[in-house]
T-cell receptor, first 111, second 114 residues
C-alpha cells in the first residue's frame, strides 16, 4: 500500500518561477525523502529530512516537514527547464527500511 | 560503482509465458527492493529483502509472482504465467539496511505482455 500522497498531481510553470509540491502521509515516520524521476528512468534521491527536523535546504531545494500534520513540502526555487520530471516523497514505514512512495507530482517547466 | 543493474531493459512477451527479471544490487548494500510502476497505481513496493531474506512480500500481487535472492549480489522476480495486466515498469533498488539511507534505483525493466 502507498504511504505518501503528493499534490498536485501535475504542475506546469514558467522557467524562473518557484515550484511547490506537497506530500501527506498516514503513519508516524523516522524520516521522509524526496526523489526525482526523469521520464523513462529510475528514481534519484534528492534530499532527506528527519522527523526531528522542520526544514532543510540543498541548493535550490527547500524541504519542510510538519509531523503534527503529517505533511511535507518540496520547494524548487528559480526553476529551470531541466527540472521537468516527476517528484516523489517516500517514507519509511514500521521504523525500518521499508520505503513507500507516493503517486508523485509531474512538474513541467516551460522555457 | 556501476549502480543497480537490471535486465532485461525491455521485454515483450505473450500472455501465459514465464517472465524472469534480474537484478544486481550495489556491492555492499544489504537491502534490496522490487517495485512496480504503472500509470494507474503509481510506484508499488512488491517485496524487499534484508541480508537476502524476504522481509515483507505483502505487496506481491498474487501467487503468479515470486522473488528470490540466492546471494547478496543477485535477485530475480518471476511472473508465471504472465498476464496483460502485468505490463508495467519493474524497478529494482538497493540500499544499506539502515533507516534513512538513500535507496538507489536501477533503470527499470519495461515489461509488455500481449
Amino acid at each position: 500500500s502507498q504511504q505518501g500522497e503528493e499534490d498536485p498531481q501535475a504542475l506546469s510553470i514558467q522557467e524562473g518561477e518557484n515550484a511547490t509540491m506537497n506530500c501527506s502521509y498516514k503513519t508516524s515516520i523516522n524520516n521522509l525523502q524526496w526523489y526525482r524521476q526523469n521520464s523513462g528512468r529510475g528514481l534519484v534521491h534528492l534530499i532527506l529530512i528527519r522527523s526531528n527536523e522542520r526544514e532543510k535546504h540543498s541548493g535550490r531545494l527547500r524541504v519542510t516537514l510538519d509531523t503534527s500534520k503529517k505533511s511535507s513540502s518540496l520547494l524548487i526555487t528559480a526553476s529551470r527547464a531541466a527540472d521537468t520530471a516527476s517528484y516523489f516523497c517516500a517514507t519509511d514505514v514500521h521504523n525500518n527500511n521499508d520505503m513507500r512512495f507516493g503517486a508523485g507530482t509531474r512538474l513541467t517547466v516551460k522555457p | 560503482d556501476a549502480g543497480v543493474i537490471q535486465s532485461p531493459r525491455h521485454e515483450v512477451t505473450e500472455m501465459g509465458q514465464e517472465v524472469t527479471l534480474r537484478c544486481k544490487p550495489i556491492s555492499g548494500h544489504n537491502s534490496l527492493f522490487w517495485y512496480r510502476q504503472t500509470m494507474m497505481r503509481g510506484l508499488e513496493l512488491l517485496i524487499y529483502f534484508n541480508n537476502n531474506v524476504p522481509i515483507d512480500d505483502s505487496g506481491m500481487p498474487e501467487d503468479r509472482f515470486s522473488a528470490k535472492m540466492p546471494n547478496a549480489s543477485f535477485s530475480t522476480l518471476k511472473i508465471q504465467p504472465s498476464e496483460p495486466r502485468d505490463s508495467a515498469v519493474y524497478f529494482c533498488a538497493s540500499s544499506q539496511s539502515v533507516s534513512g539511507n538513500t535507496i538507489y534505483f536501477g533503470e527499470g525493466s519495461w515489461l509488455t505482455v500481449v
